[in-house]
């Protein structure tokens, strides 16, 4: 049974960083590619990121473009989404996802597994 789970999130300053784990069980990550999207309240979910290493693939949203990268401990199989600049804007639930496509897709219709969400709030 494949499960993300997620962690990392909290509250922090504009300008400040923080940096989300997304700890996979059941399947490694070197096959598959792996997303973060995010949903602040009222909206709909929104992709932020996503990567895929054996196909060495990378797309990212342009609201995160410079601020937010995406890597992997493959001892741990574990992904991590390190955000730097913060802004009041990034306050969201972020969840990561797996492409058993190796895709990385930016419609999360892509995705065939999720994580729970951990919740980011930015202060300005």
């Known amino acids: 049974q494949v499960q993300l789970v997620e962690s990392g999130g909290g509250l922090v300053q504009a300008g400040g960083s923080l940096r989300l784990s997304c700890a996979l069980s059941g399947r490694t990550f070197s096959s598959y590619a792996v997303g973060w999207f995010r949903q602040a309240p009222g909206k709909e979910r929104e992709f932020v990121l996503a990567a895929s290493w054996s196909g060495g693939r990378a797309n990212y949203a342009d609201s995160v473009k410079g601020r937010f990268t995406i890597s992997r401990d493959n001892a741990k199989n574990t992904v991590y989404l390190q955000m730097d600049s913060l802004k009041p804007e990034d306050t969201a639930v972020y969840y990561c996802?797996?492409?058993?496509?190796?895709?990385?897709?930016?419609?999360?219709?892509?995705?065939?597994?999720w994580g729970q969400g951990t919740q980011v709030t930015v202060s300005s």
């Open positions: 996802a797996v492409a058993l496509s190796n895709f990385p897709a930016r419609d999360w219709s892509g995705y065939d597994y």
